[in-house]
């Protein structure tokens, strides 16, 4: 059935459903449901237990803290914050039924239900109540006081309300930004002080001022004071590495200027060593892999691919720390249809993209089922980098440990454990993981459950993970287990195992959009703390924890927890009657400090609609356990129960408020089976086996944990409804979460995200937002006064205007991160700062700015048809070698860089020498063709500080088509005493030149020379400089206060 058949058919599965949206604007909550409040300041740095009234049964810390999943000894690293109980103290610890009430309690007393305030910061709807003093960390706003200092808390979002003694306030506007964090003006007038990212402590201060419904206005300053956070980690910026997506969400790989494909097959035709020996009539030992290394028609093709050993010969000699090979962007292409039992490295040491956008690519290609993997990779180098490894099965483990930006995407892992460890910028998407577990014991006379202890992926200390789009089934387990862990059987399940096992030492983690089923224990868990959004867990032992970064020895070291749109069902109660036994049926367990859990549901431990289910699920464990006290919760609970508690009368604790329960029993995952199957019976399993068809790409479906969880939340009375028209979406830092985050649904005006709808445009409203795993378009882009984005992933295009605030505003581009634009002429100041990405103009941009570039960086000042006009005041700053500024196009058509009096263009050497402006290949455009053209003027500044002191050498700062104009002025510092500079413009050869004489033949002097004429363009008979000729004498455009 069609994705957009199911869509339709899911009303009439669940009957009519109400068209509240909660996740949009957190307002009033049903007035039986059960929010539980934060705790007060006191409460809040205590480090005693609470449990809030969504706790039923029995405290999990006894199964859930010892389960660390101690990688260790199994990747050959150690890691002292990592201890584990031996196994004898493990042993010790079996399930007692006499400890759960079976997922019920009795019927509490329901906390009061949040009103718009205290669920929602900056959506200006009604009158907020204010916090008392000391009431703190609180959703409510904080008044502020001249006479007192306000008090939050630190790496949080604080919502102030400014002092309204003298009136009614008309509009607040910030004088001088707060001494850290930022402070941003709400539309509501209310102001956001966001301090995510921080963890300083103290007073600071800001200035304000406030405009009344009079006309009088007030010039004030606040006082806030800082306390310490509760999550040393603060919340997850999502500074991930992704690449830009196509229409399927597939990652668009770019090679850069150091490349070179690699084909293998494993088929009868693919050439060999002793082949190609034979071809160049030559004895087979000439042949290696430095040989075709010199010799590149050899692999280059799928026409004249290598066999197994020729290919990874020559892979080593071009990539790796022992070939010496340069940083590159060389695609290693394996055939599908075959199995490769020989590679025992897909990356070798050492091995390093060209850059994050540039990376190494290691894939596949042909028809057929993924190339296989069968030997144990295993990737341990810190100084491996920017490297993806796409569309590949592996069935003897894969194991990524240290290093910088992997993205792992389209892989299937089978049997054993993807593990990744140390890595700055782990990506997992779009792959699944099925059936990893043992096939034979580590043990002797029995399946000992700690020693035999595996995980469909094992991460640890890795920094910015994201783990999406992913199918997780089946893991730790076989069918054919013996509950009493005899060797006669296979696997059985244990507390030890889980589906993703994502321990303390992870920090800024998104789990997002996978559905994870049938686990041996949790389906996930997150103990660092994270962000956790719109995923499935399914039949899992136990549904998903989520611990804060909290081990043995440390407590609240990680991330605070956003728990947001999942649903958990099924409980799956896969029982074992030996040794260690941990959940059969847990939902969720909360052990973060001050979590948002915001729209999930956790519902139908067994099949309401199949009582031998329910029969066999005896044991009912919790629902939802808390061990702190969360910072905001509206999880819908309904029908957690085992038979136990049917058969002691004891009364399930729904959470549901006045919803139909009859919707809800229709609303299980066995009814949703049936519909997409069309099979009345459908089963768990025959979802699962629908799901893998898909996943491995037998069956061309489109069932994700998008689909599934909105047939839950239909049949639970949330809003599904997409908005229809384009919208100019507001950013509004929301103290439920982060308050910085774009992929941030609760920092959005509208409760979705940019790019919704075709059109969309963005007001950052002076917020500081980071931006990153998103490729979108919108339409106008206001920054807001001193609004600020940063970029470090996917990619933003931006088609129509784009506007600072009177006080300036700063566009951050780093990492795989690109902005392209459509040109820039507002008469505010934008500094650009970019020391990796792309930033692409492809209109006319003449706006007030200042650039810096370094590092990795991409400029292009224009592409294919954009001009970029360096005006009077403003400045162009190039560090260091490794950046690539100026044109790239694949049309042919003009780009143009025009100097105007009064600008300045900079060049700061690091210790190789100086960068230029050029063409150069980018990678967005395939081949490079261009028509570039460069009119000088302005200051030219050449800053050799960084270089070697006595060396000397010549370096090309500008380069094009053609050149036109002379510099007003020119500056050379750094040379000393005895050096000399001459800086020469060859109009003839079009481009300009710094030669710097060697130390001890110089005296500090700087000359300058030029060849041909400045003037002089001789177009007549060249369409192409006919346009560079117009282009170059093209009016300004028009600089505006106001381009929007």
Partial sequence: MLLRDLLVALPGLIGPTTSTS?????????????????????????????????????????????????????????????????????????????????????????????????????????????AEAGDLPTAAPIALDSQQAATVMAGRVATLLPDDDRGTIASVRILDGADWGHVSVNPDNSLALVLSGTDTQGTLSFRYEVTYANGQSDDLTAKVKVVAGQ?????????????????????????????????????????????????????????????LAANGEYGSSADMALDETAGM???????????????????????????????????????????????????????GEKPVITQSQIYNSPDNANIVIRDLTFTGGLKIMQGSNYLVEEVSIRRETLTAKGVDGFTLRNS???????????????????????????????????????????????????????????????????????SYDNTDLTLRDNIVMRSASFGAQVRSGGVVENNLFLDNNAGVNFLGGDDMKTYGAGNYTLLSGNVITSGAHREVTEGPRGALSMGADNSGRLTTMIDNIIAHLADPNNPRELTQKYVGQPALKEKFAPFFNDTAIYNWIGARHLERNIPANDVIGQLDKSILNETTIQKFAAELLGKPTATIADLAGYLRAQATGKLDGQVDADVINSFFRAGFGMDTTLRDDA?????????????????????????????????????????????????????????????????????????????????????????????????????????????????????????????????????????????FDLTQDNSLTVTGTQAKVGFDGADGKTAILRL???????????????????????????????????????????????????????????????????????????????????????????????????????SGQVRTSSTGDADFMDYTQDAALKSLWTGFQAPMPQITDDPI
């Fill in 22 to 130: 909660r996740a949009q604007d957190l307002e009033a909550q049903e007035a039986s449901r059960i929010v539980t409040p934060a705790p007060s300041i006191s409460q809040a740095t205590a480090s005693q237990t609470t449990t809030s009234q969504a706790t039923v049964g029995m405290d999990s810390s006894w199964f859930v803290e010892p389960a660390a999943q101690d990688e260790d000894d199994r990747t050959g690293f150690s890691s002292s914050d990592e201890t584990m109980p031996d196994d004898e103290s493990m042993d010790a610890m079996v399930f007692a039924d006499s400890r759960t009430t079976g997922g019920t309690a009795q019927d509490p007393e329901p906390a009061p239900p949040l009103d718009d305030a205290a669920a929602s910061v900056g959506s200006g709807k009604g009158r907020q109540p204010v």
């Fill in 231 to 291: 999550q040393k980690a603060g919340w997850g910026t999502g500074d991930h590495y992704t690449l830009e997506t196509d229409v399927d969400g597939r990652s668009i790989v770019e090679y850069g200027e150091n490349h070179r494909k690699v084909y293998v097959s494993g088929g009868q035709d693919a050439l060999s060593l002793s082949d190609i020996a034979r071809i160049e009539g030559v004895k087979p030992s000439a042949i290696d892999g430095k040989w």
């Fill in 313 to 367: 010969a020559l892979w080593a000699a071009i990539t790796g720390s022992k070939a010496k090979a340069a940083p590159a962007s060389h695609w290693l292409m394996l055939e599908k249809g075959y199995t490769y039992d020989d590679v025992k490295f897909l990356v070798q040491r050492g091995t390093q993209g060209e850059s994050a956008l540039n990376p190494i690519l290691i894939t596949s290609y042909g028809e």
């Fill in 432 to 502: 699944d993981i099925i059936d990893v577990f043992r096939t034979e014991s580590e043990t002797k006379d029995f399946w000992q459950p700690h020693v035999n202890r595996t995980s469909g992926f094992y991460a640890n200390d890795n920094e910015g993970l994201l783990v999406e789009n992913n199918f997780v089934d089946h893991t730790g387990w076989a069918d054919n287990y013996k509950a009493n862990l005899s060797l006669s059987g296979g696997q059985p399940p244990s507390m030890y195992s889980q589906g993703l096992y994502l």
């Fill in 727 to 867: 919208e100019t979406l507001r950013f509004i830092p929301n103290n439920l979460a982060d308050g910085i985050r774009w992929d941030n649904r609760l920092n959005w005006s509208t409760g979705d995200l940019p790019g919704t709808q075709n059109g969309d445009s963005v007001d950052l409203g002076g917020n500081h937002v980071q931006f990153g795993g998103q490729t979108l378009a919108v339409d106008h882009f206001d920054f807001g006064d001193a609004g600020r984005l940063s970029v470090n992933s996917g990619k933003l295009a931006i088609t129509g205007e784009m506007a600072a605030g009177p006080r300036g505003s700063v566009l951050d581009i780093d990492g795989s991160g690109q902005v392209w634009i459509d040109g820039y002429r507002d008469s505010d100041r934008l500094d650009i700062a970019m020391t990796g990405g792309r930033l692409v103009n492809a209109g006319a941009f003449a706006g007030e700015t200042d650039i810096l570039v370094s590092q990795t960086a991409q400029l292009l000042l224009a592409a294919s048809g954009g001009r």
């Fill in 900 to 1002: 105007h009096d009064g600008a300045t263009l900079s060049f700061v050497a690091d210790k190789t020498g100086l960068g230029k402006i050029s063409e150069f290949h980018s990678g967005a455009f395939g081949d490079t063709k261009v028509t570039s053209g460069i009119r000088l003027d302005g200051d030219l500044e050449v800053d050799l500080s960084s270089l070697n002191p006595k060396a000397g050498g010549s370096w090309t700062l500008l380069d094009a088509d053609q050149i036109i104009g002379s510099f007003d002025d020119i500056s050379v510092t750094g040379l000393g005493q005895n050096r000399d500079a001459l800086i020469r413009i060859d109009y003839t050869r079009d481009e300009v030149v710094l030669l710097v004489s060697d130390a001890g033949k110089g």
